[in-house]
């Protein structure tokens, strides 16, 4: 089934804490991104990478970080999360440049204390 | 920059009735892709409908239509016979060209969805 497998789907941590949350997806994408929803703001966009070691900075890149090793992963890294960043995330890839629907994973859920 | 506005952020609607949520975008593009995402409360993101700028008909997907105005930069979506299962958070999105090779997906803040029964 082609699917974005996100982990994990709910995070607790504190501050300072370093954390990844995984992405993975099956379908062979060339574009793969991260997005952060919150209330009132709606999804605002973090990273996103156009293919293998391709990576460039969204609208909301501050304290977060990427990595696009391999065609199929793109983890985001907390290096030292903060309560701020207390925030629905959403992974999500698409083919490519054609306009292809964005396909989402079932986002992760974070609170840091 | 690109933005997408939602003026909206909550609409009810009756069972079996239209409700027609808005949309606007700013943009100084010509080629650009226009979405509509439907987000239930399982918050997982699903497609409803998208929108090539360059097509000058509005896309439809069964209860599902959009009105494309591209001079007035707006961007509605429609439902028609409204049902329980369509209560859900909407956004509206924007995918941009930044430059060859590179773009962005540009989000609304969202409208909240309620239908009654």
């Known amino acids: 089934e082609a699917q974005v497998t996100q982990n994990p789907r709910y995070l607790i941590t504190v501050t300072g804490k370093k954390l990844t949350v995984t992405c993975s997806q099956n379908?062979?994408?060339?574009?793969m991104s991260w997005y952060r929803q919150d209330p009132g703001l709606g999804l605002r966009q973090i990273y996103y990478?156009?293919?293998?070691?391709?990576?460039d900075k969204g609208d909301v890149p501050e304290g977060y970080k990427v990595s696009r090793k391999e065609k199929r992963n793109f983890p985001l890294i907390l290096e030292s999360p903060s309560p701020n960043q207390t925030s629905l995330y959403f992974c999500?890839?698409?083919?490519?440049?054609?306009?292809?629907?964005?396909?989402f994973g079932s986002g992760t859920q974070l609170s840091v204390l | 920059a690109q933005t997408v506005t939602q003026s909206q952020p909550e609409m009810s609607v009756q069972e079996a009735e239209t409700v027609t949520l808005s949309c606007t975008y700013d943009t100084s593009e010509s080629d650009y892709y226009l979405f509509w995402y439907k987000q239930p409360p399982s918050r997982q993101m699903i497609l409803v409908i998208r929108?090539?700028?360059?097509?000058?008909q509005n896309a439809t997907e069964n209860r599902f239509s959009v009105n494309f105005q591209k001079a007035a930069k707006s961007f509605s979506l429609k439902i028609s016979d409204s049902q329980l299962g369509d209560a859900a958070m909407y956004f509206c999105a924007y995918r941009s060209l930044i430059t060859s090779g590179t773009y962005k997906y540009i989000f609304g803040t969202g409208t909240r969805l309620k239908v009654l029964a």
């Open positions: 929108q090539e700028a360059y097509k000058q």
């Open positions: 990478s156009m293919n293998v070691e391709v990576t």
């Open positions: 999500a890839s698409s083919l490519g440049p054609l306009g292809e629907k964005l396909f």
């Open positions: 379908m062979n994408h060339e574009y």
